[in-house]
Antibody, heavy 120, light 106 residues
């Protein structure tokens, strides 16, 4: 059974760096074709794709945020980590990780999401 | 960046109605489009991928069509559990979501 689960702080202060972890189960990011993305959703608003990492270590970023984002993976722990620097209250959102596969761009499995609030 | 414009932004309908939601891309995206259903407090759920392929386990009352710039999601006969917000997503060039369509009970 494929599952993804996000973890990280519920509250961060402005200017701080956010670190979120996505723990994968039922599949491995070491398998050819596997991809994991981070997506966020501010309260009451639409979804926004942030970043993706592939089985072969390729990384892709939302161009409007790429100077603040870093995505990485630890295959031995079956985890994907997203860091976002210089957090601002507008970054308050539910952050999701989701799986996709080469050749099928859609996100077929999603984590439950984790709400991050940016406030002093 | 490719912009995805969904319409309508909200829609009121009754159980049993046929409903269509549209998504227009700012440039051609072939068939690299998927549709998601999201209920309050829950993660999005994949319904349709590659514009018209039904995800496993999704009821057949959901269907998708289109290619290039214009796409539709159709629900043939609304069920009570279908009242939710729907999003399109293009993955032709990076990723961008539509702004969502909230489907409410009339």
């Amino acid at each position: 059974q494929v599952t993804l689960k996000e973890s990280g702080p519920a509250l961060v202060k402005p200017t701080q760096t956010l670190t979120l972890t996505c723990t994968l189960s039922g599949f491995s990011l070491s398998i050819s074709g596997m991809r994991v993305s981070w997506i966020r959703q501010p309260p009451g608003r639409a979804l926004e794709w942030l970043a993706r990492i592939d089985w072969d270590d390729d990384e892709f970023y939302n161009t409007s945020l790429n100077t603040r984002l870093t995505i990485s993976k630890d295959t031995s722990k079956n985890q994907v980590v997203l860091t976002m620097t210089n957090m601002d209250p507008v970054d308050t959102a539910t952050y999701y990780c989701a799986r996709s596969e080469l050749g099928i761009g859609a996100f077929d499995y999603w984590g439950q999401g984790t709400l991050v609030t940016v406030s002093s | 960046a490719i912009q995805m414009t969904q319409s309508p932004s909200s829609l009121s309908a009754s159980v049993g109605d046929r409903v269509t939601i549209t998504c227009r891309a700012s440039q051609g995206i072939k068939n690299d489009l998927s549709w998601y259903q999201q209920k309050p407090g829950k993660a999005p759920k994949l319904l349709i991928y590659a514009a018209s392929s039904l995800q496993s386990g999704v009821p057949s009352r959901f269907s998708g069509s289109g290619s290039g710039t214009d796409f539709t999601l159709t629900i043939s006969s609304l069920q009570p559990e279908d009242f939710a917000t729907y999003y399109c997503l293009q993955d032709y060039n990076s990723y961008s979501f539509g702004q969502g369509t909230k489907l409410e009970i009339k």
